[in-house]
């Protein structure tokens, strides 16, 4: 069965459905991880693993969505629930650039109280004062709020946005994009297409984006396969997405902890990226995610046709809030990648070379 | 099987047919880029041996003593008598450490200067007495070694009367490496050799008594050495048969520092992989998950490995050495480790006797059931 599947993306065909299937269900590790690894390297044959230096701030946590796996939001008047201002946050940008970042990924809960306007602020200020920042700010579920604020559309939300200087939109959100696990877990985000039309509208107007993925939780193999199979579909239209970005659920301190019998762990993670990288042909790159997964896994994930690290993250509270703590250093990952067998190559946002070290 | 190494379809079919690996197949498995080549391998070897079954057990680490004459330089866990965090344990708490559902205990120490042997014996012989049910694992090769140098006694002896006193198997530490150039340079020539190591486990297999072996590894050694390691333990299995499973050590970098960082999770996998091929001879391969971490255990489970070793509710040597994972796991996060690979959990004695098969209700797929 693996060699059908190989041969078949040897002839430049595309993965269906009952491939996706039996690689997440049946497939021996190994055998999946080697023919990842093997497309991997014919993709991009360099043994290079990109990363960046990025910082991951949040400017408020007042959120009306009440997601089942969340562990970092409080409701609106909450005692623990806070809102930073325009130049609080841009405090933050610039304790990141300080330290060497290129990327600031900000993200923050549903907070109808905020106008476009701050949203349109936090992007040309940080171009204005920090033009070596990459503002990638602002999940699909907050621009779907942007636009239930402003009484705009989604798409003149992004045209705002795009003039104050964003080019980039980080992937969050995705979850696992089925109707079904969404409305179980995420009801009042609104079901996949909420997620797809942000990225079909940002990439139809040039933005760049990526995918994520939560897995481990109450999905089923073809919620999984839905997933795929929408960024895939939306991916051949624009060619927008830069990477693909699977995690898995932390259940601390969630609603959704009870609902969950076994963590996803290790395994679980390496056979995901596996199938990522075979079954989505045309997403460039695959990242491990060190700070969910854990570096060890991050570090055999390179080998199960992983090509990005991710970044350093200076600063994360959503995971901290489910009692989830990594932390990094740029040498660290250096090391890291170059003990594992690979070159490290700090990137962009964009993923354009900045520095091989 | 496709190999992105080609040398490796040369071993592969050695693999296929029951050859036994070469010295110079040994190296190509350690020096490859093709790290899940080597894996698929092992993975299949294991396979054929154990199919999906993934062994584990109830166990207590026992340290009486860390007090020791040697001063091996990859050791973080020896002190001497009266120095600062030594300690020596009595009869009555050893005994008192090993709890109602324990099945094995591990017992581990120093080289300690004046401890008698007959102290040991009365170690064992109280443990038996007070728990028969409880199988007793204890005293590496090195302190058989150090019994016998101590005391002027030979093996043969110092074993029968430990297998009198209760003694059923025995640990497979202190081999380190097998390496003159290595014993001299992280100081344990003080420690039986190569020859002396294989000697006692020799003698204790023709007693009947089951051992381990293992390897330290990761730190200033070459890959021969760790092949030449491997070859010697075949060697000797070959001759006296008695090992049930091998453990490959990662050194822990701690406090002693021998290395900047320690070897990464791709080394720990290979090392058991070429463990599980060249080891045609051994019944098990183990991934020690205390020195590995959970992530790497459980992923090793395709490379070959049988046995996570058990739940360890003290493991001073390693941690003081400096390993991460806090000592002690229960029974639950064993099963994690063994499910999230597809594995199915059996709990076995320190003989390998299964105690009970658990049912796996986790498939392979990286969804999970709804309840």
């Given at each position: 069965m693996i060699e059908n599947i190989r041969d078949k993306i040897l002839d430049g065909k595309r993965l269906d459905r009952d491939d996706g299937r039996w690689l997440l269900e049946k497939a021996p590790l190994l055998e999946l991880g080697a023919l990842a690894q093997e497309v991997r390297l014919s993709r991009l044959p360099e043994r290079a693993v990109t990363f960046v230096i990025d910082s991951n701030p949040n400017y408020t946590n007042a959120c009306v969505t009440d997601c089942q796996f969340c562990a970092f939001y409080r409701k609106p008047g909450h005692p623990e629930a806070w809102t930073l201002t325009v130049e609080e946050v841009l405090a933050k940008v610039e304790s990141a650039a300080r330290k060497g970042a290129t990327t600031v990924l900000l993200q923050g809960g549903h907070n109808p109280e905020l106008p476009l306007e701050y949203y349109v602020s936090l992007v040309r200020e940080t171009r204005r004062r920090f033009p070596q920042i990459t503002p990638h700010f602002f999940t699909a579920s907050e621009i779907q709020t942007m636009a239930r604020v402003s009484g705009l559309g989604v798409g003149a939300v992004l045209d705002r946005l795009w003039e104050a200087g964003q080019r980039t939109l980080p992937g969050g959100g995705a979850e696992v994009l089925s109707a079904r696990v969404r409305q179980r877990i995420a009801a009042k985000k609104g079901g996949p297409?909420?997620?797809?039309?942000?990225?079909?509208?940002?990439?139809?107007?040039?933005?760049?984006?990526?995918?994520?993925?939560?897995?481990?939780?109450?999905?089923?193999?073809?919620?999984?396969?839905?997933?795929?199979?929408?960024?895939?579909?939306?991916?051949?239209?624009?060619?927008?997405?830069?990477?693909?970005?699977?995690?898995?659920?932390?259940?601390?301190?969630?609603?959704?902890?009870?609902?969950?019998?076994?963590?996803?762990?290790?395994?679980?993670?390496?056979?995901?990226?596996?199938?990522?990288?075979?079954?989505?042909?045309?997403?460039?790159?695959?990242?491990?995610?060190?700070?969910?997964?854990?570096?060890?896994?991050?570090?055999?994930?390179?080998?199960?046709?992983?090509?990005?690290?991710?970044g350093t993250l200076f600063e994360e509270n959503v995971h901290k809030a489910a009692d989830f703590v990594n932390t990094i250093s740029v040498e660290e990952i250096v090391a890291l990648i170059r003990e594992a067998g690979f070159a490290p190559v700090q990137r962009t946002t964009t993923y354009e070379v900045v520095r091989r070290w | 099987m496709r190999f992105a190494d080609h040398r490796l379809a040369r071993v592969w079919d050695k693999v296929r047919a029951g050859e036994r690996l070469s010295r110079e197949d040994g190296l190509t498995l350690f020096e490859t880029e093709d790290l899940l080549g080597v894996g698929r391998m092992a993975d299949h070897a294991k396979s054929e041996r154990e199919g999906d079954r993934v062994y584990f057990v109830i166990n207590r680490y026992i340290s009486p003593t860390n007090v020791c004459v040697l001063s091996c330089a990859f050791c973080g866990f020896a002190r001497r008598e009266g120095e600062a965090g030594a300690f020596e344990h009595s009869i009555e708490d050893i005994v008192g450490m090993v709890r109602e559902e324990v099945r094995e205990v591990h017992i581990v120490g120093g080289h300690h200067p004046d401890w008698p042997f007959e102290y040991y014996e009365r170690v064992l012989a109280a443990l038996h007495a007070a728990r028969p049910?409880?199988?007793?694992?204890?005293?590496?090769?090195?302190?058989?070694?150090?019994?016998?140098?101590?005391?002027?006694?030979?093996?043969?002896?110092?074993?029968?009367?430990?297998?009198?006193?209760?003694?059923?198997?025995?640990?497979?530490?202190?081999?380190?490496?097998?390496?003159?150039?290595?014993?001299?340079?992280?100081?344990?020539?003080?420690?039986?050799?190569?020859?002396?190591?294989?000697?006692?486990?020799?003698?204790?297999?023709?007693?009947?008594?089951?051992?381990?072996?293992?390897?330290?590894?990761?730190?200033?050694?070459?890959?021969?050495?760790?092949?030449?390691?491997?070859?010697?333990?075949?060697?000797?299995?070959?001759?006296?048969?008695?090992?049930?499973?091998?453990?490959?050590?990662?050194?822990?970098?701690?406090?002693?520092?021998?290395?900047?960082?320690?070897?990464?999770?791709a080394d720990n996998l290979?090392?058991?992989?070429?463990?599980?091929?060249?080891?045609?001879?051994?019944?098990?391969?183990?991934?020690?998950?205390?020195?590995?971490?959970?992530?790497?255990?459980?992923?090793?489970?395709?490379?070959?490995?049988?046995?996570?070793?058990?739940?360890?509710?003290?493991?001073r040597v390693q941690h003081m050495a400096g390993a991460e994972t806090p000592a002690g796991l229960a029974r639950e996060q064993l099963f994690r480790i063994i499910r999230d690979a597809g594995k199915v959990p059996v709990e076995r004695d320190a003989l390998y006797n299964v105690v009970r098969v658990w049912q796996c209700e986790v498939s392979a797929g990286a969804a999970r059931a709804e309840r």
């Open positions: 297409e909420a997620w797809l039309e942000v990225h079909r509208e940002a990439h139809r107007r040039g933005f760049r984006s990526t995918a994520t993925l939560m897995y481990g939780h109450v999905e089923q193999v073809d919620d999984l396969l839905e997933h795929l199979d929408a960024v895939r579909e939306l991916q051949d239209m624009f060619g927008g997405f830069t990477a693909f970005v699977p995690w898995s659920f932390k259940p601390g301190n969630t609603l959704l902890e009870k609902w969950v019998k076994q963590v996803a762990g290790p395994n679980a993670y390496l056979r995901l990226l596996a199938v990522s990288r075979l079954y989505l042909d045309n997403v460039p790159h695959i990242q491990a995610s060190w700070f969910s997964e854990g570096k060890r896994a991050g570090q055999i994930a390179l080998h199960f046709g992983v090509d990005d690290w991710g | 049910d409880v199988q007793i694992k204890a005293f590496t090769a090195a302190e058989i070694d150090w019994f016998c140098r101590r005391w002027k006694l030979e093996p043969v002896e110092v074993l029968t009367r430990l297998k009198a006193a209760g003694l059923q198997t025995m640990p497979g530490g202190g081999a380190e490496i097998f390496s003159a150039r290595l014993a001299k340079l992280l100081r344990y020539t003080g420690k039986a050799n190569a020859d002396r190591w294989c000697e006692i486990h020799g003698i204790a297999h023709s007693l009947g008594i089951r051992t381990n072996a293992t390897m330290l590894y990761g730190h200033v050694e070459t890959l021969a050495e760790r092949v030449d390691h491997l070859l010697r333990l075949r060697a000797q299995q070959d001759a006296s048969g008695g090992f049930l499973t091998f453990i490959a050590l990662p050194y822990q970098v701690g406090a002693t520092r021998l290395v900047p960082r320690p070897t990464p999770p290979r090392t058991i992989a070429a463990a599980r091929l060249l080891l045609d001879n051994f019944p098990h391969v183990e991934a020690y998950w205390v020195l590995l971490g959970e992530e790497t255990a459980s992923v090793a489970l395709h490379f070959g490995a049988d046995d996570v070793n058990g739940t360890l509710e003290d493991e």
